[in-house]
């Protein structure tokens, strides 16, 4: 299974032929439209589907369907979430001038023919259906086929199977270009990031043929210089190794990566795995195809404990992202790396990434995984067309937005009463200060799969039986996976020890807690003494901002424990009355909506 050390930096180029084969369509697209007002909307119809709408190349709306289907990381048309970016900027249909989807390569072809595929999958990877008796086949067949890079045939299915689906929602005068998978990752992470030129690097699963790219992002233009095949993955690496652990691909890795932290460390030379995996020359090669390593990696996993088996795995991840980077700023000459996939979900490793002395600055695209691609897909096309693109990521609250009225017809459904609060934000850390947790529903949702001060279910940060009551009660996950902190930014230099500065503001990155600030982040800190925080400004007019201000008089620092409001299994909340319901069902003592502060009887409470 390992390398030879004779192979060992043998000089291997780049798949293809040179850097030239691998510039994107980006820098050679013919202009096709010159007028800023070009509305361009982003699909994804895959994993974590979703959509988005650009309007002159400035962001207005984007969501998920998940969140309006109500199932979790949703597989189906995003038709949804179509419906709501043109109702948010009050297009009609024949008013989109570009429809930009991703990826056409044979297995998504195949799964925008034959969608009870995709269905079928789902329904097994989420254990909603048993996987049968063909698992292990059906497995290795599904790994070879996403692994074919799209052809001319496929391209042409795809594109006819999406003009179906577009005419069932009347966007039949929109063309419909088709962008490539790291393509979009690449755009949304390059014009995300708001500091070009940098260099732009792409690690996921797999997509169109290819698991991780590298390019240069100068002038509005990505120009790729590295590729990695699909059949040398390092996120189907990490696929494997999550379902090894009786846990759910494309889902579970992070909790893959906290177990890590429960293992007792083992030295790099006695790790089996590191073979496995290298890069050259900005190239991941692995010793065997992904469709190949589940049964040698199951063969390893026998020989450890799973904590073990997590820690081998993700040390793995570290070194690969590293080495990645480290070619990345070597090739492109540019210091400055903006990251996205699946894999740069993977906060140690992109903290590793950050610490690096080659590394200038680092930039964590906050929707990095699939369902960012609707976003990036949206871009390329944007920036095709002639329109200069300008994202204005300054926050995430792209979603649904819903007013006073709306929330008060809300809960008068819900047979709930209640009067507007003053001083909503301090009446709030007064109940926090006393213990209990908070149900928080404010302003537009969040863009991406974090809860960032919009949906959350907020507690004091430095209570570790808090963090374990959230877990009874609401969450019901893992006990070793912890809980993330939102804090004011100014408490960044303060409270972490490898403070860098506050790009990646959107838990996209992990950082070391000072050892005199730990006791006041218990309840929000890895075992490891890191935490993955949100960073608010300090001169945002929020509500949650003024929170925030609020928890320095009370317990010294400036944060809060911050989750999702959900429950387990369940898609962040979208409207007042999914917020009403999943309070109710819930075992927290407040909910805080729009003006309102809405006690739940003592009697009604679980502890």
């Known amino acids: 299974m390992t390398f030879g050390a004779s192979s060992e930096r043998r000089g291997a180029r780049p798949l293809g032929r040179g850097p030239q084969d691998l510039t994107l369509a980006t820098t050679r697209a013919v202009p096709v439209f010159r007028d800023d007002t070009v509305n361009v909307l982003g699909i994804w119809d895959g994993h974590d589907s979703g959509a988005a709408l650009l309007q002159g190349g400035r962001l207005r709306f984007a969501v998920n369907e998940e969140r309006l ?281 992109t903290r590793r990434i950050r610490l690096l002395p080659d590394v200038e600055d680092v930039y964590v695209f906050p929707h990095m995984g699939d369902g960012g691609l609707a976003l990036g897909a949206a871009v390329v096309a944007a920036s095709r067309s002639g329109t200069a693109v300008d994202l204005g990521l300054g926050g995430l609250d792209l979603g649904h937005g819903y007013e006073t009225p709306a929330i008060e017809a809300a809960l008068r459904v819900a047979g709930v009463s209640a009067e507007p609060v003053a001083n909503l934000a301090t009446r709030v850390a007064d109940v926090l200060a006393e213990g209990q947790i908070v149900m928080w529903f404010q302003g537009r949702m969040e863009y991406g799969p974090r809860a960032l001060g919009n949906r959350s279910v907020l507690a004091r940060p430095d209570r570790p039986d808090l963090r374990d009551r959230l877990n009874l009660v609401l969450k019901r996950r893992v006990w070793y996976q912890p809980f993330c902190p939102s804090m004011l930014e100014s408490e960044g230099p303060r409270v972490l020890a490898d403070w860098t500065g506050g790009r990646n503001r959107w838990m996209t990155m992990a950082y070391e807690v000072s050892a005199c600030y730990r006791d006041r982040l218990a309840g929000v800190m890895s075992v490891d003494g890191t935490c993955r925080p949100q960073l608010v400004p300090d001169n945002d007019p929020s509500d949650f901002a003024k929170l925030l201000r609020e928890a320095r008089s009370r317990w010294s620092v400036a944060a809060v424990l911050n989750t999702s409001f959900n429950i387990h299994g369940e898609p962040l909340v979208c409207s007042p009355a999914e917020a009403i319901d999943v309070f109710r069902r819930s075992g927290a003592d407040a909910l805080a909506i729009g003006p309102f502060l809405i006690n739940k009887p003592s009697g009604d409470r679980v502890t």
């Open 69 to 349: 289907s109500r199932r979790k990381l949703e597989v189906r048309f995003p038709t949804r979430s179509i419906q709501a970016c043109l109702a948010y900027a009050g297009l009609r249909p024949d008013e989109v001038d570009v429809v930009a989807a991703s990826t056409s390569d044979p297995a998504k072809t195949l799964g925008r023919w034959w969608p009870g595929s995709k269905e079928r999958y789902y329904a097994v990877r989420r254990r909603k259906a048993h996987p049968g008796s063909f698992a292990g086949l059906t497995r290795v067949v599904k790994y070879r086929m996403t692994e074919w890079s799209p052809g001319p045939v496929s391209k042409a299915l795809s594109h006819l199977a999406l003009r179906r689906q577009l005419a069932q929602h009347a966007l039949t005068r929109a063309e419909l270009r088709l962008v490539d998978h790291h393509e979009a990752h690449a755009a949304a992470a390059a014009w995300g990031a708001d500091f070009a030129p940098c260099s732009v690097l792409t690690i996921d699963g797999l997509g169109d043929g290819l698991s991780a790219t590298i390019s240069a992002f100068r002038d509005g233009r990505l120009e790729r210089v590295a590729a990695s095949s699909a059949r040398s993955s390092l996120g189907v690496f990490f696929e494997h190794v999550t379902n090894l652990l009786n846990m759910r691909e494309l889902e579970d890795e992070g909790k893959v990566m906290a177990l890590a932290d429960y293992a007792a460390p083992i030295a790099d030379e006695e790790n089996p795995l590191l073979a496995w995996v290298r890069v050259r020359e900005g190239v991941i090669e692995t010793a065997r195809p992904g469709h190949a390593l589940r049964r040698a990696l199951a063969q390893i996993h026998w020989r450890y404990a799973n904590e073990q088996f997590a820690y081998l795995a993700q040390r793995v991840v570290e070194h690969t992202c590293v080495a990645l980077a480290c070619d990345t700023v070597r090739l492109t000459g540019l210091a400055r790396v903006a990251l996205a996939g699946g894999v740069v979900s993977n906060v140690k490793a």
